[in-house]
């Protein structure tokens, strides 16, 4: 099974920051990353997917990177706002990414953004 | 429309009591998952369907029963379960492309349950 990690595992910034999430992961025969919100007792929004091929995402002021070789991947959050709040998890396809295959989630960064 | 809905929000049962999940969607996804969420913990995988089959079981034990009764539609049946499945469960789907890598999981509101 991979293991994906996040760092930091929580981050406090004043309302404006633009800030880094990070996610590793320990294989690079990787199909896709996929970057979630989450808000305390809620589902899974998705935000980004960034296939394999690709090296970056963007929606909005979110934007998403791939870097394979180094085995990792960048959530960057721009002029941050409270509403931002939430935690932000990153995915990997479990098995061989062939269709319909389960994700395997890291551990979360829980990003606060204050007033 | 990128919904994925799920009933109840909240159940509260006993170890003895038998109860079902229900997950729909109407996105027309062949793919549909079940994660199970630990409070303070990231979601982790139960079950996978793909196109109305199981396709993926993560060893989960038997008190734990899906079903996929046509392709909008997810269930879980728990029987017997114990105080320590409490958890969130959640719903998702996905197109089920058969290319890999280019899909994006869509994940439901959760149930969370309570099992006394």
């Known amino acids: 099974k991979q293991e994906v990690t996040q760092i930091p595992a929580a981050l406090s910034v004043p309302e404006g920051e633009n800030l880094v999430l990070n996610c590793s992961f320990t294989?690079?025969?990787?199909?896709?990353l996929q970057w979630f919100r989450q808000d305390p007792g809620k589902g899974l929004t998705s935000l980004l997917l960034i296939q394999s091929s690709q090296r970056e995402q963007t929606s909005g002021r979110l934007n998403a990177s791939l870097d394979k070789s180094s085995g990792r991947s960048t959530l960057y959050i721009a002029a941050s706002q409270p509403g931002d709040s939430a935690t932000y998890l990153c995915a990997r396809l479990m098995y061989s990414g062939g269709g319909a295959d389960g994700l395997t989630f890291g551990k979360g960064t829980h990003l606060i953004i204050q007033p | 429309d990128t919904e994925v809905t799920q009933t109840p929000k909240h159940l509260v049962m006993g170890m003895t009591n038998k109860k079902s999940l229900k997950c729909e969607q109407h996105?027309?996804?062949?793919?549909m998952y079940w994660y199970k969420q630990k409070a303070k913990k990231p979601p982790e995988l139960m079950f996978v369907y793909s196109y109305e089959k199981l396709s993926i079981n993560e060893s989960v034990p038997s008190r734990f029963s899906p079903e996929c009764p046509n392709s909008s539609l997810l269930n879980l049946h728990l029987h017997a379960l114990q105080p320590e499945d409490s958890a969130l469960y959640l719903c998702?789907?996905?197109?089920?492309?058969?290319?890999?890598?280019?899909?994006?999981?869509?994940f439901g509101p959760g149930t969370r349950l309570l099992v006394l």
């Open positions: 996105m027309g996804h062949r793919a």
């Open positions: 294989d690079s025969a990787i199909y896709n």
């Open positions: 998702a789907s996905s197109q089920d492309l058969r290319v890999a890598g280019q899909e994006t999981q869509y």
